[in-house]
């Protein structure tokens, strides 16, 4: 096993070293083994743990210590050249102890040397997240509203309260989304890109009219590309066709912008709507997989 450094800061050189080695990881595996975050945190020059070989860093790893809300979580690489002499494993304890509690453990491409290692030190596969996109320019079906519902903007100062229980009901199983508070609410109406055109409120207009009964919120990235951010139904209104009706208005609205392509985020558990956006022409782009304690039942 490789001797682990734990570094308070790195410098120039183990900088270009680790930019280097994540560069040669990521031919090699056909996927960047570091996430933004961290490849903004490690240009930074923060703290990680190295194993060098030779005079050079051969393997890194980083540590979000844990905060209020989340265990902590880590990153870890090892240079193709070097891999199977135990870095990659010397790194991982090393996580393991410094974290001094639950880790969890993001690795990108779902590749079998992460899964067989995480498993091989009592980490579970917690959840995977796939990122699916579609070229805005292939052909869209048109847009079918059911009976007895209108969809429209969001209006800014007057749809956070209702918008957040639809969210809430609509992700009751996925806290991450669901737990949402006015204030997670208001810092995206305050983001540059938030644009209320984008985010569509579907409403009752027969039965209790006005009732929010769901939504679709688009995003286009600085870089062009349109997403689907969030799509929620309330489960009142589950089984209309509502998620495909909110869907389709939203992608219409990101083609007419001119979006080359659209991605979304799904997670793997949840299939029904994996297979609403294959319906609509999203094919599996890329998946993050997370290891880490076994979610208590
Ligand atoms: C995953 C990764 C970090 C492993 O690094 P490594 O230094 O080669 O791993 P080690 O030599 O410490 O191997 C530890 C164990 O992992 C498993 N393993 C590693 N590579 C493997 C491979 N290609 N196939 C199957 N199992 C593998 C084995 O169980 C191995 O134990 P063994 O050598 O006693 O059989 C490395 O492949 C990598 O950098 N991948 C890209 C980034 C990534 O996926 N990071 C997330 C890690 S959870």
Do not use: C
């Not at 090699?28 to 961290?38: K, T």
């Not at 903007?153 to 639809?166: H, K, M, N, S, T």
């Amino acid at each position: 096993m490789g001797e682990v450094q734990a570094l308070a800061k790195l410098d120039e050189p183990e900088i270009a070293q680790v930019v280097a080695l994540v560069d040669a990881a990521a031919r090699a595996d056909g996927v960047g083994p570091l996430s933004e975050h961290s490849l903004l945190a490690l240009r930074g020059g923060g703290p990680g743990f190295t194993v060098s070989d030779g005079g050079s860093v051969v393997a890194y790893a980083r540590l979000d210590p844990a905060t209020d809300d989340e265990s902590a979580s880590g990153e870890l690489v090892v240079h193709p050249g070097h891999r199977r002499r135990g870095h990659g494993r010397a790194l991982l304890r090393a996580l393991l102890r410094e974290a001094g509690g639950p880790l969890r453990v993001w690795a990108h491409g779902d590749l079998p040397a992460a899964a067989k290692l995480a498993s091989s030190e009592g980490l579970d596969r917690v959840r995977a997240l796939f990122q699916m996109r579609r070229p805005a320019a292939e052909p869209l079906p048109p847009v079918q509203i059911a009976d007895g519902v209108r969809v429209r903007p969001f209006e800014v100062g007057r749809d956070e309260q209702a918008w957040l229980e639809v969210n809430a009901r609509a992700f009751a199983d996925h806290p991450e989304q669901g737990a949402w508070t006015i204030d997670d609410l208001r810092g995206r109406e305050a983001e540059d890109w938030f644009d209320p055109e984008g985010f569509f409120l579907a409403e009752r207009t027969t039965v209790e009219p006005g009732r929010l009964v769901g939504f679709h919120w688009t995003k286009i990235h600085p870089d062009g590309l349109g997403e689907v951010y969030v799509v929620g139904v309330d489960p009142s209104a589950q089984g209309l066709g509502l998620g495909r009706t909110l869907t389709l208005t939203g992608l219409h609205h990101l083609r007419d912008r001119g979006v080359p392509q659209i991605l979304l985020y799904v997670d793997e558990s949840n299939t029904s709507a994996a297979r609403l956006y294959e319906s609509l022409g999203f094919t599996r782009h890329a998946v993050d997989v997370m290891y880490g304690p076994a979610p208590r039942p």
